[in-house]
C-alpha cells in the first residue's frame, strides 16, 4: 500500500492563494439558478496538517464511515475537538509565517446532483463565504486552488467541471495558517466552513461586477445615480423614471438615504444574459469644515461593535438571527454599527440598508500579537504579506460596494502600523473615495480620514473635544470617534451619560462605538454558558469574551437598557415651576411627526391620570416648551410627578405602535420623610429584648423577628461580589478597587460587639467593623426606637484610621427565612448603580426574588434598584431615609463572589436582602477607565435610617 504525501506548503504561504477569481459584488440574480451545498457533510479530523492524503476528492471514494457536520458550522463546536479563546495572545509559537504541526485539519465531502433544470449553457461558479483559516478546494477530483481570508468571500470557476449528478465536492480546512497571524481578532477561535457554500450559474452575457454610485446632492435635494458594469446593460429604477445605460449619469429629485430615514428604491441592472436586483440609496459622505458629514449634515454616532456570535453555532449565523441583531438595536436606539473586526455575512449588511444603521465595515485584519514582542516582525510592516493584505482590503470593498449603509472603510484592528497599511489605505482612496477611512491604530492620521480611539478616559475626550489634545497638524482637523469604549463587560458599563454628555457638548466629538454588542458564552451543559478555560485551554483569557450588551442568548442587559436611555433621540425636561416638559429633537435628519407623545401624572408611584400630549414635529435640533395639563385639584398628596413618554406613532419596520423611544420624568412634590414617634420603650426578659413589635436577642442586641417575621444576621456590610470592572485589567493602573479591596480585606471584615445599651425608648448597639490585619475599620452603631407598630433602625457610621480606599457598599445586610413575592417604589424595573442609573425611572414595581437576578455570565454583584423609597419582601415593608438601594437573593454576597458560573449559585432557604445606603460606581475599567470620581463611594461618616413594619 503506497501512501501519497501530500504538499500542504500553501499553508505557511503568505500569499493570500491561488485560483480564486477576482473579487466582486455580492449580489442575489433574478433569474439566474444556484444551489446551496449548504447542509451535512461527511467529515474527518485529522491532527495535522499532512496526516491523510487527498485521495478523499477524487470521484469514488467511500466516506461511509466519517463523522458527518453541518456546514455552515464549526466542527468544534459539533463535537470535533474544542474551542479556544484568546483575546490578544496567538494560541501558537509567534515565528511567521509558520505554525505548529499539530494542526487540526478538516476533511469536508459533499456529494451532489445538479437539478433537472440546471441550464446546459453558460460557466458557474463555485462561492465560499467564509472558512477558517486555510481552505484547498477540489471538485470532481480536479484541484480548484486554496485561499486565506476567513472571513471574505472566494469564488471558482467551475462550469467546465461539473456533471449531472454525482459532483463530489471536496474541502480540506486547516486551523492554522500564515492566514492566522493575521487574524488575532479578540474571539473564539473556531475552524470551519462557517458561512454558505453556493453553486452560482453564470449566463452568458451575465452581469460579472458592478459598482452602484448614487451621490446625493442636499442643496438641490437631487440624487445622482450611474451604475459602473463590467458587462453592459441598463439600469431601470421605475419609481423614478429611470431607464439608462450602464455607465451613464442621471440626476433626479430624491428621498436621501439615512440611518433615520432608510429610503430605498428598487432597481433591476439588466445585463443581455442576467438581471440582478437593485436597492438603491443616495446618500453622499464627505469629511467638511473638519466633520464627517452625510448629506450636508453632521453626524452623531450612537454605535456598537458587533462581533457575529450565536451561542450554540458560534459564528454561523442564520438569517433570523441577523435580524434579531439589527430590530434590537434600532429598538435601541442604536443608529451605527462596527464590524468588528472583519466584514460581516453580506445579508447583515442588507439589513442595515433596510431598517437604518450608519456602518463601519472593517477588514478581516488583526495582528494584536505582536504587541507581545513590541511589533517585531508585524506582517503589516512587512512587503512579503502586503499582497495578502491588499487581497483582503479588495475582498472586502468590491463585496460590499454597494451598500448605502457603509459610510468607513476600516483597515483593520489593532495592528500596529506599517507599510501595508498605507498601500491598503491608498488603494481603498483611490477605489472608492466616495467613502471615509477607518483605523484606530494610526493616530498620527497618516492613512485615515478621521481621528479615532478607543477607551479614551472622559478627561481625555474632553480635550479632544476642545482641540488641546495636540498632535499631528492634521490629526487637530480631523474629527474624532471612539471606536470602542465604555467596555460592556458584566455589570455595567458606567459613565455612559457622562461620554454622551461630551459627544453632544463638542462638535468635534461624533460618538462612538460600545465594546461590544453581544456576550460570547458558548451554550453548556454543565456551565450555562462557557468562556475562556472552560475547554481545557492551556492558554486563554477568561470571561473576557463576555463582554457585551447582550447577554449569548439574545436578552437585553441592564447595560442594553442604560444605553438606550443616554442616547435617546428625544430629550424630555421639565419646569416643575412652570408646569411646562421641553421637548428636544436629537436627531440628524427625521423630524418628531413619527413620535406620539403622551404623559402620565403620579402620586407615590402610582398614575393618578394620563393623557396625550400636543408636540409640533420639530426638525432636528429644535425644542419646544409644551404645557403640561393642570395637577388634578383634589389628587391625593404624597410625592407627585409627571412621565413623559415619546412612542412610534405606527408601525414602523422595526416597531410596533406604542414602542416607547424615549421618556422624561418631572418631581412636582418632594417624598415625605418616613417619621416614627418613639413611644415604646425596650423591655428586656428571659434573654430578649422586646420593642413594638421586635424582638432582639438580650446579649448581643441582634435583631431576631419584627411582628412574627424571622429575620437573622441584621449588620453592617461594606462587600459586594467584585464585578469585571471592579476588578480591572490586568495591565490597569493600582486603581483596580476590586484588588485592592480584596488586599484591604473589606470581603472578610470582623463585627465587634462593643455595647448593648436600653437608654429610655430606645435600644443601642455600638460596635466596630474592620478587617483583619488592619488598622482601619467603622464605627458602627445601631439606634432603634418604636412607635408600637413601627420600627426605626438609625445606623451611624464613622471610619477610623487612614482610608485610602473608597467602599464596595455600605449598609446593612439582613436574612428572611421565606421571600419570593417583591413590590417597590423607586427606582426600576431594572438594576442600576451610581453611574448606570440613567435609565432607572421611579415607579412601582413588582418583581420576585429570582426575577431580580441579572444573569451575568460569570456571576458578580447584580440586582441593585436605586431610590428606593420603600420595599415590601417577605411579610415586611422596609422605608428608607433618605431613598436606597435594594437587592435581595437566595444565596449570600460571598457565595455569589466564589461562584465562576451561574450553575455554581445554589439557592438557600434564606433570602439575603441588602438595604444599602450608598454604592460605589461601576465604570468600565475592565479595559477602559473606572468611575468617575462622583461616584465613588468614600469612606466618610455617614447616618442613614430604615422604618421596618409587617407588609399588609
Known sequence: MSFRTPSVDYVEDVSPGSGALPPRAWYASSDAKSVSLNGSWRFRLSATADAEDDTFAEPGFDAGDWAEVTV?????????????????????????PHVPTENPTGDHLRVFDLPADWPADGGAVLRFDGVESCARVWLNGTDLGEFKGSRLPHEFAVGHLLKPSGNVLAVRVHQWSAGSYLEDQDQWWLPGIFRDVTLLHRPAGSALDFFVHASYDHVTGEGTLRVDSDVDGRVSVPELDIDVATGESVTVAVEPWTAETPRLYDGVLMTEGERVPLRVGFRTVVLEDGLIKVNGKAVLFKGVNRHEWHPVTGRALDLETMREDVLLMKRHNINAVRTSHYPPHPAFLDLCDEYGLWVIDECDLETHGFTEQDWRDNPVDDDRWTPALLDRAARMVERDKNHPSIVF?????EAGTGRGLTAMAEWIHDRDPSRLVHYEGDWNCRDTDVYSRMYAFHDEVEKIGQGLDGGTHKRRELP????????????????LADYQELFEKYERLQGGFIWEWIDHGIQHPEFGYAYGGDFGEELHDGNFVCDGLVFPDRRPSPGLVEYKKVIEPVRIEGDPAGGTVRITNKQDF?????????????VDGETVESGSLSVPPLAPGESADVKLPAPPANGPGGEAQWTVRALAAADTAWAPKGHVVAWGQVTVAERPVPCVTASAAPACGDGRITLGPAVFDAR?????????????????DVWRATTDNDDGAEWQSDTRYGVLWRTLGL?????????????GDALTVRTRVAPAAREVGLATVYRWVSDGDRLKLTVSVTPEGDWTVPLPRLGVRLGLPAADEVRWYGGGPGEAYPDTRTASMVGRWQSTVDELQTPYVRPQENGARSDVRWVEIGGLRIEGDPAFW???????????DAARHRTDLTPGDTVWVNLDHGQHGIGSQSCGPGPLPRYFLRAEPAEFSFVISTAG
Open 747 to 759: 470581603h472578610r471584615m470582623r463585627h465587634r460587639l462593643d455595647g448593648v445599651e436600653l437608654d
Open 409 to 413: 472603510w476600516s483597515l483593520g484592528n
Open 72 to 96: 455552515p458550522g464549526h466542527w468544534v463546536l459539533q463535537g470535533h475537538g474544542s474551542p479556544v479563546y484568546t483575546n490578544h495572545l496567538y494560541p501558537f509559537p509567534v515565528d511567521p
Open 700 to 716: 448581643t442586641g441582634a435583631l431576631r423577628g419584627v411582628g412574627g417575621v424571622e429575620v437573622s444576621g441584621l449588620r453592617l
Open 590 to 602: 427625521a423630524d418628531l411627526s413619527a413620535l406620539d407623545f403622551a404623559w402620565a401624572y403620579q
Open 480 to 495: 474624532f470617534i471612539q471606536c470602542e469604549y465604555a467596555h460592556a463587560m458584566g455589570n455595567g458599563p458606567g459613565g
Open 886 to 896: 435594594f437587592t435581595a437573593r437566595r444565596w449570600t454576597t460571598e457565595q455569589l
